[in-house]
């Protein structure tokens, strides 16, 4: 730590914080907001004074709730595993911290503040998070390590004894994210200096400290049933696009899953804070939205709104070009809001239907709620409506029960039906699931070889749909490149497309572009934009 001890005494810096209790009454509104899924609740709650009282009436630093001096100019890094979702959410602590004066650190620079968001879908993604986690501590000496995530919530207590890890926050916790740290923070500097530093009060929440005097080994997570708070997340990081969070956690327990374990239960801000956010985004030059969440479809379970009712709010933002949905269940993708989006303003042309299995014994034993029938019929219907429709599709491979003989149904399935991409994920036992009680187990060499296999069929399946459009006009919403690099970009039905570093030009950085595709690139990835046509 930087500070002298006695800067931040006399900046208020030791008190610390019950994150129950502390809220003021402008904090409150904060916290409402944030309920709402407003980002700018963040903001109320760190600015906010005692007593309600503005920054310039009290000009009393240690009066605040938080005080976000002892950040300035601090630096942080990031690292996210898994999904969009995860991504999103970095996304927003980025931006919470940003708000208390918290610079992203560059490539190569050492960080004060180190933030791993992280994923538990697999084995292997444990095992990366875990990686993840000492490289962070080993390559930023003396930062202060922050752990959240689905992995952090699932295994809290384990990570938090990691070398070098302070603060663990579980699904619940991480909506918190700024009180937590800065409680920490203060407890770190005092543990640091031989100071007396008081415990905090966690109320429900499991907490512990322990390890070595470098560290201060907290964790904070709640009963998977007692997660509640939504974190809003609306980021564009980088990226041209946007994605905003409209729904967390599942209700679903499918049997190989551990996404409700982490999650919590399906939970959902409403649909006018919603689309303040997609206008918030249109009014900061935002031309494409993709709507991300766990289970979407399940959208409405804490406001009674339903998932159709916020596409149809949404079309209405002007400015916003496109939205795509990431993923809807197959039984939560209704005919209507099929219907809806083929003759919607805004709603692209794309879906992603996850499969997982294309034999009715092996979605049984996953306990998934359709058939192969219900699938055929929501692609059926979609291809109909919207024949240029781009689908993607999730299957699992080598889960438990599935037999060679399922295997070959679902392989004929996926082949017969007009889907564009296939996303193969090999099975991955996961401590804790019901899925661990079905006998049958697929080794890992078969595994791999069917994973192999449907991957063939899904390139195959990708440049059929990419070359029925060689010779076309398309619109493509460009994407910032490094200069002298070609950009790429994505059609309305999400085909990718190469413009080469002769023809790209900064100012198409998200622009929608006329373009002539061409034939593929060189390794089949994208189709060349042949020729630009008119901008628009
Ligand atoms: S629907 Fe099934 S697979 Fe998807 S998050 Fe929920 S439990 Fe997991």
């Keep these: 730590m930087r500070e002298t001890t006695a800067g931040l005494r006399s900046s208020g810096f030791f008190r610390f914080i019950d994150p129950k209790v502390f809220l003021g009454e402008n904090a409150l509104k904060g916290q409402k907001l944030l309920a709402q899924g407003n980002t700018l609740g963040m903001k109320a709650i760190i600015n906010a004074p005692c007593k309600g009282k503005s920054l310039k009436e ?20 990031y690292y996210t595993l898994g999904c969009k979702l995860n991504f999103s959410e970095t996304s927003t602590f980025g931006k919470m911290l940003e708000d208390m004066g918290v610079i992203t650190a560059k490539r190569g620079e050492k960080a004060d503040i180190c933030l791993i968001n992280t994923c538990s879908v697999t084995e292997v993604a444990d095992h990366k998070c875990r990686q993840a986690i000492h490289r962070m501590v080993r390559n930023n000496p003396g930062a202060f390590v922050i752990v959240t995530g689905c992995y952090a919530q699932l295994e809290s207590e384990n990570v938090s004894k990691i070398e070098g890890v302070d603060l663990v926050l579980g699904a619940n916790e991480k909506a918190h994210l700024i009180q937590y740290l800065s409680n920490a923070w203060a407890q770190k500097f005092a543990q640091e200096n031989g100071l007396a530093a008081q415990t905090p009060q966690n109320g429900d929440a499991e907490s512990s400290q322990n390890g070595d005097a470098a ?54 801000p409403s649909i006018q804070s919603l689309v303040a956010q997609c206008e918030q985004a249109a009014a900061e030059g935002g031309k494409e939205i993709v709507i991300t969440g766990v289970n979407i479809g399940d959208f409405g379970q804490t406001t009674h709104e339903r998932f159709i009712d916020l596409v149809k709010a949404m079309d209405q933002v002007e400015g916003i070009k496109r939205y795509r949905i990431s993923s809807l269940e197959p039984d939560l993708c209704d005919d209507d809001l099929i219907e809806y989006c083929a003759q919607s303003r805004a709603f692209m042309p794309h879906f992603h239907i996850p499969l997982q299995s294309g034999s009715d014994e092996v979605l049984k034993l996953m306990h998934r709620r359709y058939d192969k029938a219900l699938f055929a019929h929501k692609v059926n219907l979609i291809k109909e409506k919207m024949p240029d429709a781009f689908i993607g599709v999730d299957v699992m491979v080598g889960c438990r029960g599935e037999t060679p003989e399922c295997f070959e149904e679902c392989y004929e399935f996926l082949k017969s039906l007009p889907v564009t991409q296939l996303h193969v994920f090999p099975y991955s036992e996961r401590p804790g699931t019901a899925a661990l009680k079905i006998p049958y187990v697929v080794d890992e060499k078969e595994k791999k070889k069917r994973s192999k296999r449907l991957l063939e069929l899904s390139d195959q399946k990708t440049q059929e749909f990419y070359a029925q459009y060689i010779g076309t006009e398309a619109e493509v919403l460009f994407e910032k490149a490094p200069r002298g690099k070609a950009m790429h970009g994505f059609t309305k039905n999400y085909i990718r497309v190469e413009l080469s570093p002769a023809l790209a030009k900064e100012e198409y950085d998200n622009q929608l572009i006329k373009v002539r595709l061409g034939d593929f690139n060189h390794d089949k990835t994208a189709l060349k934009a042949e020729l630009e046509v008119k901008g628009s």
């Design 215 to 268: 560290s201060l080994h907290q964790h904070y997570s709640v009963k998977t049933k007692e997660i509640k708070t939504f974190q809003p997340s609306c980021s564009r990081g980088n990226r041209t696009r946007y994605f905003l969070k409209v729904q967390d956690g599942c209700n679903y327990y499918c049997t190989y899953c551990t996404i409700p374990f982490a999650r919590g239960n399906s939970r959902n």
């Design 58 to 77: 009290t000009k009393e630093k240690d009066k605040y709730m938080i005080d976000s001096s002892a950040f300035q100019g601090k630096k942080a890094a």
